[in-house]
């Protein structure tokens, strides 16, 4: 019996268990939104607290445990694993789990630069439109796992945020769309050399609907479109604080 409860908990069905919209998919929306609203009411009592430290290390090591389980996860199940074909750690969400672990213990502004941008202008997406989780409904540890990763990012940074008073700025926006760019080349290298490797979806849509599925089957105009929306993105996430700032100008005239 307990046997066969993990293997279903950690395994996959082989029928779809997770549908877009629905209260699966918009409940760990709504948590994380409340969250972020109360960091903000309690962001002075958050400033003041013996404890925050503390609180900084335990979030950046929770970030870290939810993205080692995931491999811990395929380790333990091999037939989960479809090899280096799909489960190497390259993408915006994995590094940008590892920068943000880095930023909450040191304090970074620098990498808080570059995860600002990739979290709020390209994870965006992964919570509008989850595709990994299709088989993998709320009695699945994929399910927790992936919504923690997630949601955690955005955590971490309007944490450091509304407690240490960190803000990205234009250079921000170089820095983080330069180490973008990084990462685009090297995933576009590793997706040559393994047959079916598909890192930053830059090959082919995914199997399951999401809203890649736009995006033209042609590999040129695909990272072309790929790399506009996300210059678009950034700019977006930019935007309230370039808004505040030139209204600060205006008043101080």
Not at 49 to 74: G, Q, V
Not at 85 to 107: D, N, Q, R, T, Y
Not at 136 to 144: A, K, N, Q
Not at 196 to 202: P, Q, T
Request: some cysteine; proline content about 5%.
């Amino acid at each position: 019996m307990i046997k066969d409860f993990f293997i279903h908990f950690f395994g996959q069905g082989d029928q779809p268990e997770f549908a877009i919209f629905t209260l699966a998919h918009l409940m760990p929306i709504l948590l994380l939104v409340i969250a972020i609203f109360l960091m903000y009411r309690y962001k002075e009592k958050l400033k003041q607290s013996k404890h925050e430290t503390s609180f900084r290390y335990a979030l950046a090591f929770a970030l870290i445990i939810c993205d080692m389980s995931y491999y811990w996860r395929l380790s333990a199940l091999p037939g989960l694993s479809n090899g280096a074909v799909e489960h190497l750690p390259i993408g915006v969400c994995a590094w940008s789990v590892i920068f943000c672990s880095f930023m909450l213990i040191g304090k970074s502004q620098r990498l808080f630069d570059i995860v600002y941008f990739w979290v709020l202008g390209c994870s965006v997406f992964a919570l509008l439109t989850p595709t990994v989780l299709t088989y993998c409904g709320p009695t699945r540890f994929r399910y927790y796992q992936f919504w923690l990763e997630h949601t955690l990012t955005y955590i971490a940074i309007f944490y450091m945020i509304f407690t240490h008073n960190m803000r990205p700025v234009f250079r921000s926006y170089i820095r983080s769309a330069s180490a973008l760019t990084v990462m685009v080349i090297f995933a576009a290298w590793v997706n040559s050399m393994i047959p079916g490797a598909n890192y930053l979806y830059m090959a082919r849509p995914e199997s399951a609907p999401s809203v890649l599925d736009i995006l033209p089957p042609n590999y040129a105009l695909r990272i072309a479109v790929m790399m506009f929306a996300i210059t678009a993105m950034f700019g977006l996430a930019y935007l309230p604080w370039y808004l505040k700032d030139k209204k600060n100008i205006i008043t101080t005239k």
